[in-house]
């Protein structure tokens, strides 16, 4: 297959990201030990920040990265609408409620955490479903959103509620919730793995049909698709693609928004090519931002979705304030 | 009211309709309906707003279930075949058609070629012959890597068709594919459907204007309330008591001295003046 040069850009960025996040911050080693460690030379300390500190860090940033893009790219897809995120429309808020609520019953396998978090989300996206068909509210893309950061609003509220209740919970909660990649497990990461490579087969099977549903329901019936069946074959990946995530890292915001809406910019409106730029470019803003939160207010970090918020508010901005905005 | 001939089966038809009956809701729109599109004929269905000619072309197309009766696909139940087989033999262009800012005239018309592929299957050499084919017939091949969005209402409305086209069905179904243009460009477009027609195609199209159907079309389809009033070639039923009966307004109905086929004039609210 013959890639325009903007993808070869796009894998690039993402992995100068990766080597910038394997040598900066995160541990105390310098960037020359952590090089060392990366040509060849075996220090134990080294050795202990790079493969225990700041690996995982690195694969979750990457898994989580990979998600949330795609997963934004398939809802916007979807309801036809480029404000339409993950994160801004509840649906990762609906899986952090969830697994609030787990953590405070006392669940604690990260399996049964995974997949609370992917119902949490499910239900999410019901939610924005159920919204996009209310009268003026599915042809007004900024009132999905406002609809959106109402719920929002009221589930991180009622997380909050549940972290008084619990002082234990609450402070398992509190980090998370803020969202970060920083000390997840090996363990966290593979209890996401299946459900994430289910979700990939499912987008490898829909994604043809979905993008006919671009076209209008009767013109993808008219190819001999099923739109039903389409839209809840890409509402059950967006929930596994965005529980999965939000149980590693979180509910992140506007990662969903700012990848896909760069990913259009190079490649068009086909869903297709958004994808696969998606791929090199969500775990390339994750991993950078993650990089970046660590050298900022070093020795200290700053909460990962504070830095995806501040580089997707003004992408948010931009998208409403173009004069019209673009139907998908 | 046009006496209606009592309704023979001929057998021949590539897409019919049996006792069809259809609703939105608990509206019935379509009572009871028999239809048979003559093979490789343009067939216009033309009636008032509200009659029931597009939910008529929705259940031929398979888009909306019949409340009874059914809809004859070359001999079968076309609600009994996959959508998937039915999208082999049939296209459907809708009204008002929307797509992504940004996608090319050759995006567009491959989107065609869906019936024919499966995820497992890439881009074939018979898919390439296909584009090329529609792009061609619809005369659209200078704009193929054009966006949409920059085109005229009648190129866009021909990049649809060239769609359609590839999709490689004996039966092409338009709802209103003309309704949004100006007479240059619905002229444009209604002579590719009559070229596609000539090519062997059986067309059906849903049509508001009555004089481009006199003109365009082999057979008329006149419905109102549900039904159908009139049926047949335009020179036969076309009748100033049968534009009365469908859109209330009285005229004239004289020969084209090129064609012969009918033309209306001196349309009026009353039966005098």
């Known amino acids: 297959m013959k890639l325009p040069h903007y993808h070869m850009i796009a894998w690039l960025l993402l992995a100068i990201a990766c080597l910038m996040s394997l040598l900066f911050g995160a541990g105390s080693i310098g960037p020359d030990s952590a090089l060392g460690l990366l040509m060849g030379n075996d220090d134990p300390e080294a050795r202990f920040v790079i493969m225990e500190l700041r690996l995982p860090r690195l694969v979750v940033g990457l898994v989580t990265g990979l998600a949330l893009g795609v997963a934004g790219a398939l809802l916007q897809t979807l309801t036809r609408n480029p404000l339409a995120e993950p994160g801004l429309l509840g649906v990762s808020a609906g899986s952090a409620f969830a697994v609030t609520l787990a953590i405070l019953l006392g669940a604690t396998t990260a399996s049964l955490t995974t997949l609370i978090s992917q119902l949490g989300a499910l239900a999410g996206c019901a939610l924005v479903i159920a919204a996009t068909r209310m009268q003026g509210v599915g042809q007004d893309p900024v009132r999905l959103v406002l609809a959106g950061a109402t719920l929002t609003g009221l589930l991180l509220s009622l997380s909050s509620l549940v972290m008084l209740i619990d002082q234990r919970a609450a402070d398992e909660i509190r980090f998370w919730v803020t969202g970060s990649v920083a000390g997840r497990s090996w363990d966290q990461l593979l209890a996401t793995l299946p459900s994430m490579i289910l979700a990939g087969l499912i987008i490898v099977a829909v994604v043809r049909p979905l993008a006919s549903l671009a076209l209008g329901e009767k013109v993808a019936m008219g190819l001999g698709h099923h739109p039903g069946l389409i839209r809840l074959a890409v509402i059950l990946a967006v929930a596994l693609l965005v529980g999965g995530a939000t149980a590693l890292a979180g509910p992140l915001a506007f990662v969903g928004l700012v990848v896909p809406f760069v990913a259009r910019g190079f490649g068009g409106a086909d869903i297709r090519k958004t994808l696969w730029l998606c791929l090199p470019l969500g775990p390339a803003l994750i991993v950078s931002a993650d990089t970046v939160s660590r050298l900022l207010v070093a020795p200290s970090e700053m909460p990962l979705g504070v830095i995806t918020a501040i580089i997707g508010a003004p992408v948010l901005m931009i998208i409403i304030r173009s004069r019209r905005i673009p139907t998908l | ?273």
């Open chain 2, 1 to 273: 009211m046009t006496q209606l001939p009592p309704f023979v089966s001929s057998g021949q038809s590539p897409l019919a309709a049996r006792k069809l009956a259809m609703a939105h809701g608990s509206y019935q729109v379509i009572p009871d309906l028999d239809l048979e599109l003559p093979a490789g004929k343009v067939t216009a269905i033309v009636g008032p707003n509200g009659c029931g000619k597009s939910t008529l072309l929705n259940g031929l197309a398979r888009i909306h279930k019949p409340r009874h009766g059914s809809v004859i696909l070359s001999g079968k139940d076309i609600h009994r075949l996959p959508a998937r087989d039915v999208a082999q033999k049939l296209a459907l262009l809708p009204q008002e058609n929307s797509a992504p800012e940004g996608l090319t005239v050759s995006d567009l018309v491959r989107f065609g070629r869906h019936p024919h592929q499966s995820w497992l299957s890439q881009w074939s050499g018979e898919d390439q012959r296909a584009l090329d084919n529609a792009l061609t017939a619809a005369d659209v091949l200078d704009l193929a890597d054009r966006p949409l969005d920059t085109l005229s209402g009648g190129q866009r409305q021909r990049a649809w068709i060239a769609m359609s086209v590839a999709q490689q069905t004996p039966l092409l179904l338009l709802d209103e594919p003309t309704s949004a243009l100006d007479l240059g460009h619905q002229i444009e477009v209604f002579e590719l459907i009559r070229t596609l027609s000539r090519e062997g195609k059986t067309i059906a199209m849903v049509v508001h204007d009555i004089v481009g159907a006199c003109r365009y079309a082999d057979h008329i389809v006149a419905m109102n309330n549900g039904r159908i009033i009139g049926e047949g070639i335009p020179q036969h039923i076309i009748t100033p008591e049968l534009i009365r009966d469908l859109y209330g307004v009285y005229c004239d109905v004289i020969p084209d001295p090129g064609s012969g086929n009918p033309v209306l004039v001196n349309f009026r609210q009353n039966p005098t003046g």
